[in-house]
């Protein structure tokens, strides 16, 4: 009897205190917490507008995802759609109506609930805003109206296909506010909005600082972050910092917990253990010459062909672009969804380049530039930043014969010069998180197209996936939308800009969403 | 004979009268002058307001477009926007920023004291470091001292105040840490600033008030002190001084008025809001109803500014004083004085020497 007993207890002795072990650490695992309660983070720009329904700026739209949650989210690294605010949705065939249904206690920092009249409230203000609120009216696109079924049921209603929609949900862009924000003017929404978010608006001085506040009792973050439950710190303070070297300066001696942007020419200087950087390409279309082919030596496809293959994007990247990032491949960066590498056709060969630019009769001058019947081969590019990544095209097209003016302009000129058609070349990148970016940039029917094409086949698969519900169809055809582009030479792809930011190294928690924006719900500081 | 109290009017309203008329004159033409430029500058406001929230975003739809130009009531004539918006300036109505759909008036109200700190501290610190290297420079026994220490302060205008701020930002803030490098909550974050703009402020403050303590020291006046025996801070504080401030007060008011304009370089360099910035931010915005307020807001500092220089030469020098009431003496004068002031000082010397010869 004593025998037995001894055996037994062993053979479940053993199990039973590996399970009580386990169960003890788990219990022991402290919750994430921050030893200092109040963040630094020195932004490059001042936010201009603080409602992130209205601004595309990016400084803006960190501060704001903050602030506001969304009906969904989106994973950054596998781009599945993950229900947030709304616990589920489901969307019809021809994307022209969704369903959303609402978590229940939610509420926004002036206790008022989140219900679906409030959500109502959100697209009927962004609709009625138009284009002053262009990047939301992009993603509400032929929108028609939202139906309330009841408190937590709602469906919005699109007169035509509207395939970013879904995905748009999960940006901040479309992040809801509360019903006393719906109805304020544009104005005052862009000094603060009411959100549901694990931050609130504190105070915001122009040109010098905005500060956010932990918000009481917030439980609906989404299942992506890392913990539950309110913020980890009370207060972030973004003061704005628009010199670079003070910027950096101050991350060093410590004034600064985390800077946005980092210049790229300092990476290796912070690239140590007292330090952290954060990359991530930005997701869209990339940086890239967007021609309009309707101008004659634009028009001429051994022209644009021999500029693609002319342009070495590896020495492009080495020189102006960060460490860590990749040079483009397609017409879509590569943490963009629905990305297919078009390596082989845009490989760096300027041999080939040449003997493009010989056939087409493109004779080599004695200044270095080709010409042909008497016209110069001199094309301009209109742009209104990235200025180093143009100089660094223009020396490497030099070579191949073909003269690159450069046109730099301020942001609302380069936007004057889209309006009036009055380009060879743009120099810009698109940054959305859908690939429906490559329809607004190259289709004729979008509102403010950049490119100017003339290719039905390209127009045709273009509108066909803003259509197509299935993720497998849609996908396909946006692989064919991005053979296309690159096998026309549509765009000349230069640089995938990366966001690059940095913090002292004991900071933990900052993570990008799907967007390449901040999330800093999670952020604390250790010891 | 006393002169009548309508006299004395008189003769205030022929001084004071041009003055006013030239105050008036001065803020409408910069106006005007500021109009011109901003609407024959290439480049469309809407779109650049646009732009400034819009990013990449930004429609380029021309119905949209022009809904929001008429929105903004950018596009009645050229005249009726001049007439319209110089008369609600007039009663105090600055417009509606396009960029940020604040009201002008309160953006600059809300920028004009962080202007007005560091400009008040800075004027103070040049001035007063102004005032002690040259009672240093006249009190030095030698030579050569005296013309070390006058040296000295033009550097302070051959160093760009971008460099000297990113300087004192890299010494003082991130090295030694006593001062904030930005911002304008610490209210340590005034001096940093203020140090960098004194350096070319003080500078030119230097350059005159020198020249015009020196000049003075040269005066008969002051060889009669000396022989009376007087010590030489009596003599800097009481006879050199008072003589030196026409061209001093005169500079100082066109510094007063520089600095209101707000110094675009410092305010970047440090991170603060201020007049400058706003400035260069609506340029680049486009943003035609800001910088006109600003305009006029800088153009008002600075005119009553000079009025008041103007009027404190007849406090400062009793001898440019109208005598009330009938012989106008030195009222020419007082128009031009930056110009004159040397000659009119050594003249006024003479006759003030004159005088005491012969009423002792």
């Given at each position: 009897m004593s025998r037995s007993t001894p055996t037994f207890s062993r053979w479940v002795a053993a199990p039973v205190a590996a399970l009580a072990t386990v169960g003890l650490l788990a219990a022991c695992s402290t919750p994430l917490a921050s030893a200092k309660d109040t963040v630094i983070f020195a932004i490059k720009e001042d936010p201009t507008c603080l409602d992130p329904q209205q601004t595309s700026l990016t400084t803006a739209l960190n501060i704001g995802r903050q602030v506001v949650d969304s009906l969904t989210d989106q994973n950054a690294d596998t781009g599945e759609i993950v229900p947030w605010l709304a616990e589920s949705y489901e969307t019809n065939d021809d994307l022209t109506a969704f369903t959303f249904t609402l978590r229940d206690n939610v509420t926004f920092s002036d206790e008022t609930p989140l219900t679906a009249g409030v959500v109502k409230a959100n697209f009927d203000a962004l609709a009625a805003l138009g284009s002053a609120a262009s990047l939301a009216s992009q993603y509400l696109a032929g929108y028609e109206n939202t139906v309330v079924t009841d408190d937590t049921t709602l469906?919005?209603?699109?007169?035509?296909?509207?395939?970013?929609?879904?995905?748009?949900?999960?940006?901040?862009?479309?992040?809801?506010?509360?019903?006393?924000?719906?109805?304020?003017?544009?104005?005052?929404?862009?000094?603060?909005?009411?959100?549901?978010?694990?931050?609130?608006?504190?105070?915001?001085?122009?040109?010098?600082?905005?500060?956010?506040?932990?918000?009481?009792?917030?439980?609906?973050?989404?299942?992506?972050?890392?913990?539950?439950?309110?913020?980890?710190?009370?207060?972030?303070?973004?003061?704005?910092?628009?010199?670079?070297?003070?910027?950096?300066?101050?991350?060093?001696?410590?004034?600064?917990?985390?800077?946005?942007?980092?210049?790229?020419?300092?990476?290796?200087?912070?690239?140590?253990?007292?330090?952290?950087?954060?990359?991530?390409?930005?997701?869209?279309?990339?940086?890239?010459?967007?021609?309009?082919?309707?101008?004659?030596?634009?028009?001429?496809?051994?022209?644009?062909?021999?500029?693609?293959?002319?342009?070495?994007?590896?020495?492009?990247?080495?020189?102006?672009?960060?460490?860590?990032?990749?040079?483009?491949?397609?017409?879509?960066?590569?943490?963009?969804?629905?990305?297919?590498?078009?390596?082989?056709?845009?490989?760096?060969?300027?041999?080939?380049?040449?003997?493009?630019?010989?056939?087409?009769?493109?004779?080599?001058?004695?200044?270095?530039?080709?010409?042909?019947?008497?016209?110069?081969?001199?094309?301009?590019?209109?742009?209104?930043?990235?200025?180093?990544?143009?100089?660094?095209?223009?020396?490497?097209?030099?070579?191949?014969?073909?003269?690159?003016?450069?046109?730099?302009?301020?942001?609302?000129?380069?936007?004057?010069?889209?309006?009036?058609?009055?380009?060879?070349?743009?120099?810009?990148?698109?940054?959305?998180?859908?690939?429906?970016?490559?329809?607004?940039?190259?289709?004729?029917?979008?509102?403010?197209?950049?490119?100017?094409?003339?290719?039905?086949?390209?127009?045709?698969?273009?509108?066909?996936?803003?259509?197509?519900?299935?993720?497998?169809?849609?996908?396909?055809?946006?692989?064919?939308?991005?053979?296309?582009?690159?096998?026309?030479?549509?765009?000349?792809?230069?640089?995938?800009?990366?966001?690059?930011?940095?913090?002292?190294?004991?900071?933990?928690?900052?993570?990008?969403?799907?967007?390449?924006r901040i999330v800093l719900y999670d952020v604390r500081i250790a010891e | 004979m006393a002169p009548s109290p309508r006299d004395r009017l008189g003769t205030v309203v022929r001084y004071l009268g041009p003055k006013l008329v030239q105050f008036a004159f001065v803020i409408w033409a910069t106006y005007t002058v500021t109009f011109l430029l901003i609407h024959f500058l290439p480049g469309d406001p809407v779109l650049a307001?646009?732009?400034?929230?819009?990013?990449?975003?930004?429609?380029?739809?021309?119905?949209?477009?022009?809904?929001?130009?008429?929105?903004?009531?950018?596009?009645?004539?050229?005249?009726?926007?001049?007439?319209?918006?110089?008369?609600?300036?007039?009663?105090?109505?600055?417009?509606?920023?396009?960029?940020?759909?604040?009201?002008?008036?309160?953006?600059?109200?809300?920028?004009?004291?962080?202007?007005?700190?560091?400009?008040?501290l800075a004027l103070v610190l040049g001035v007063v470091t102004a005032v002690v290297i040259t009672f240093l420079a006249f009190v030095s026994p030698w030579r050569w001292l005296r013309q070390t220490l006058l040296q000295i302060p033009p550097l302070g205008v051959a160093t760009p105040a971008f460099l000297s701020g990113l300087v004192l930002v890299s010494v003082f803030s991130f090295g030694l840490g006593w001062f904030p490098s930005s911002g304008s909550r610490n209210p340590l974050g005034v001096v940093l600033p203020a140090i960098t703009l004194a350096l070319p402020v003080g500078a030119i403050f230097f350059q005159v008030f020198s020249a015009a303590v020196l000049e003075a020291m040269a005066g008969p006046y002051v060889f009669t002190a000396v022989a009376k025996g007087l010590s030489t801070r009596t003599i800097f504080l009481r006879h050199v001084l008072r003589n030196s401030l026409l061209p001093s007060v005169t500079i100082l008011g066109l510094l007063i008025g520089y600095l209101a304009g707000g110094t675009a370089v410092v305010e970047t360099v440090f991170s603060r809001d201020g007049i400058g910035r706003i400035t260069v931010d609506a340029v680049l915005a486009r943003d035609t109803n800001v910088i006109q307020g600003v305009v006029i807001v800088v153009a008002l500092v600075y005119s009553v500014v000079n009025l008041l220089v103007d009027l404190s030469y007849g406090v400062i020098d009793p001898r440019t004083r109208p005598a009330l009431g009938g012989r106008r003496t030195g009222t020419g004068r007082a128009g031009s004085p930056q110009a004159d002031s040397p000659q009119a000082g050594a003249t006024s010397v003479d006759a003030a020497r004159d005088k005491a010869v012969i009423e002792s």
């Open positions: 469906t919005v209603n699109f007169s035509t296909p509207n395939a970013q929609f879904l995905q748009g949900t999960s940006t901040m862009t479309l992040g809801l506010v509360a019903e006393a924000s719906t109805a304020a003017t544009a104005e005052d929404r862009c000094q603060s909005v009411i959100g549901s978010g694990p931050f609130v608006y504190d105070s915001y001085v122009p040109n010098d600082s905005v500060v956010i506040v932990k918000r009481d009792g917030y439980d609906w973050a989404s299942t992506l972050r890392e913990h539950t439950g309110e913020a980890l710190v009370s207060t972030i303070e973004f003061p704005i910092i628009t010199e670079n070297g003070v910027r950096t300066g101050g991350l060093e001696s410590g004034e600064f917990d985390i800077i946005q942007d980092l210049p790229y020419a300092d990476e290796a200087r912070f690239d140590t253990d007292d330090f952290t950087l954060y990359a991530k390409a930005n997701t869209g279309v990339p940086n890239s010459l967007i021609p309009n082919t309707s101008r004659p030596i634009v028009s001429d496809d051994a022209v644009r062909h021999a500029m693609l293959l002319g342009t070495d994007r590896e020495e492009i990247k080495t020189l102006t672009g960060a460490a860590t990032a990749e040079p483009p491949t397609s017409a879509l960066t590569s943490s963009t969804t629905g990305y297919v590498s078009q390596a082989d056709a845009m490989e760096y060969d300027p041999e080939a380049a040449e003997k493009l630019l010989d056939d087409a009769g493109w004779v080599l001058g004695s200044d270095g530039i080709r010409a042909k019947d008497g016209v110069k081969l001199s094309v301009s590019v209109t742009a209104f930043y990235a200025q180093d990544v143009l100089e660094t095209v223009q020396m490497q097209l030099k070579k191949i014969g073909i003269d690159l003016q450069l046109n730099m302009v301020t942001a609302g000129d380069f936007f004057g010069v889209i309006a009036s058609g009055d380009y060879d070349f743009l120099g810009a990148a698109l940054t959305r998180t859908d690939p429906d970016a490559l329809r607004v940039l190259f289709s004729q029917a979008a509102s403010s197209h950049w490119a100017i094409v003339d290719n039905a086949e390209l127009e045709g698969v273009l509108t066909e996936q803003a259509k197509t519900a299935d993720p497998d169809a849609r996908a396909s055809l946006v692989e064919q939308a991005q053979e296309l582009i690159i096998d026309n030479a549509y765009l000349i792809p230069t640089l995938e800009t990366t966001q690059l930011h940095a913090s002292v190294a004991n900071v933990g928690g900052v993570t990008f969403d799907s967007a390449s | 307001a646009l732009s400034l929230k819009g990013g990449d975003a930004t429609t380029t739809d021309p119905a949209e477009l022009a809904a929001l130009r008429a929105q903004y009531g950018l596009d009645g004539s050229l005249w009726q926007q001049y007439i319209g918006h110089f008369l609600s300036a007039l009663r105090g109505d600055l417009g509606v920023s396009i960029a940020t759909g604040q009201p002008v008036a309160d953006m600059v109200a809300r920028a004009l004291p962080n202007t007005a700190a560091v400009a008040v």
